[in-house]
């Protein structure tokens, strides 16, 4: 087994990551998603990371399944959007919201008036900012249950795949992005860390009680270089690091922080830099 990667500079604004087992799959991304629909048959789950402006927004689809993890800030609603339908989604079994910052349910409310979703797990904290109000109005109109993972390790079935929760262990944090949920997706053999927006606190209760290697990595709090990330990234091993940055200098040089240690843990480091593509695919080495 191995990771396969094809990058392309094109105006997509859409980064996948696909995830299978048994034969190597090849995929283009065309402008229409079901140009390729059946050359993915065999894959377990696919992950579509949106490209957006120093914010975080993932689509992950298993069997069928679909969960949306963040939903970009509010002036990333047409590309959010955009993403969601050309993705064919028409129901979303899923809404993880790893914590309330803008940037992360900055289009929850919009998701959930135009999708119908069966549930919400997002963590029990609030920053008391408009666009969280809005959400939880929206939530409650709607009469949508909303799940808050309380014990770190909690496990749920999703497609083909498992979703492990870390919330944290404390019930108050002094940084609000320490009160991420972070989570670990397994499908198959394939491993992706999740970190949302966790800094030095968390990072070090994972060092303190590790977790299992995870092949790609999804770098917390847009890879900006907190102290104890090289630990991390030794921890979890991962052979690919993926950035949400945009071509604004403060992230453009936390991209490159993160690009230094994911180096340093020998990863590639891939940034969705608007206009940048990348595709990853796991599959047999023929």
Known sequence: MGLYLKEQLKKNKILWVILACGILLLLA???????????????????????????????VQSEGKVMVIDTGAPEDAQT?????????????????????????IGNASAILQQ??????????????????????????????????????????????????MFPGYETAYEQINDHSIAAVLTCGTVRVFFGGDIENKRIKEFLHDPIAPCDVVKM?????????SAALLSMLRPK??????????????????????????EAAVYITIHDNKLELERGTNE
């Open 29 to 59: 991304i065309f402008s229409h998603i079901g140009n390729h629909a059946s050359r993915t048959q065999n894959k377990q789950a696919s992950l579509c990371f949106v490209q957006l402006k120093d914010a975080d927004c993932t689509v």
């Open 115 to 164: 999708y119908p979703v069966e549930q919400i797990r997002m963590p029990n904290v609030k920053k008391n900012s408009e666009i969280e109000s809005v959400l939880l109005c929206e939530i409650a109109a709607q009469n949508i249950a909303i799940n808050h993972p309380e014990k770190t390790g909690e496990t749920f079935a999703f497609g083909a795949c498992s979703m492990r």
């Open 220 to 228: 917390p709090h847009h890879g900006r270089d907190e102290k104890k």
């Open 80 to 104: 959010v959007m955009l993403a969601l339908e050309r993705l064919g989604i028409e129901r979303i079994h899923c809404l993880l919201l790893t914590h309330p910052d803008r940037d992360h």
């Open 240 to 265: 690919i690091c993926v950035v949400t940055a945009d071509h604004a200098e403060e992230a453009v040089e936390a991209a490159l922080s993160a690009s230094r240690v994911c180096y340093t843990a």
